[in-house]
């Protein structure tokens, strides 16, 4: 049975005449992995922040765990783990320090020192955080997103300042997390290192859900290609055509593949043809692409 750790319900919110969330629902089941992603401005942080009772909103419902989330309302919390935008900082207090500030009386020193061995903090932990660039900061922030063990960790924007290993290493931590059931919703633009760690997606496009899936549907829908390079691109499309196989309007020699379309018939039919192939290449989708194919959907059907 799948069970839900956060619930929206036709979340609304505006500052000033501006409307930034318009009637926002999704759910979250718990031990999943989400991404949240959408354009600059979307409403992003801003639907985290009500999750964390940061403020008031006039509609709509927030429940964490089945109790009602607001600024006056927040005991489920407790279980909530987050760091949004900048991480919160004392520059005289070294990372140790924070992490200790930050944890409960039930998290082990063992606990702490996990997470900073694994986020690979251990050659500056007892420096003051003043000293620390934009990277290791941004790997404090993630060490007390952590530190308590929460069931729920929201985490906005947290490859910033990353470098490669570190961005490696936050998706191993991520990963095993959710493997004991940790439930994390992220926000990122590096759609290339969300996309390996997502279970499920919700996409916001001004201030609007404009699709949530599991990242197997989306994948299993999305197009596959068989990407072919050959000494007269022309002629090869010609002739594929002429045989009933499919090409996608992408441009070059490019046949959609439908599970039945073999690739040693293609590349028979074309050496036999006098054509030479130079290269051949699966293509899918990646989800920057399926991203923007959806957004430019939502804005072509938004303009009607
Ligand atoms: N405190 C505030 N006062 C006024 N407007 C705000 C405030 N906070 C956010 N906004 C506006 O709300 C909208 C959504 O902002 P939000 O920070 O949630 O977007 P986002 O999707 O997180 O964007 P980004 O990807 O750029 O971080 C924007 O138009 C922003 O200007």
Known sequence: MTTSILDIEHLSKSFGHK????????????????????????????????????????????????????????????????????????????GYQHLHLFSKKTTSDTQVMDIVRKLRMDAYINRK???????????LGIALALVNNPRLVILDEPMNGLDPQSNKDLRNLILSYARSGTTFLISSHILSELEKLIDDIVVIDQGQIVYTQSMVTLESGSKKLLAFKTSDDVKASHILAQHGYQLDKSGGVSVIENGQNQMADMINLLTGNGINIEDVQHVHNDLETILLNLLKDDQVKGSK
């Open 19 to 94: 409307q930034v969330l318009k009637d926002v629902s999704f759910g979250v089941q718990a031990g999943h992995i989400i991404g949240l992603v959408g354009p600059n401005g979307a409403g992003k942080s801003t639907i985290m922040k009500a999750i964390l009772g940061l403020f008031n909103y006039p509609e709509g419902k927030i429940m964490v765990d089945g109790e009602v989330v607001s600024p006056t309302s927040h005991q489920s919390m407790d279980e909530v783990g987050a760091l949004i935008e900048y991480p919160g900082i004392y520059p005289f207090l070294t």
């Open 129 to 139: 955080a003043k000293t620390y660039s934009l990277g290791m900061k941004q790997k």
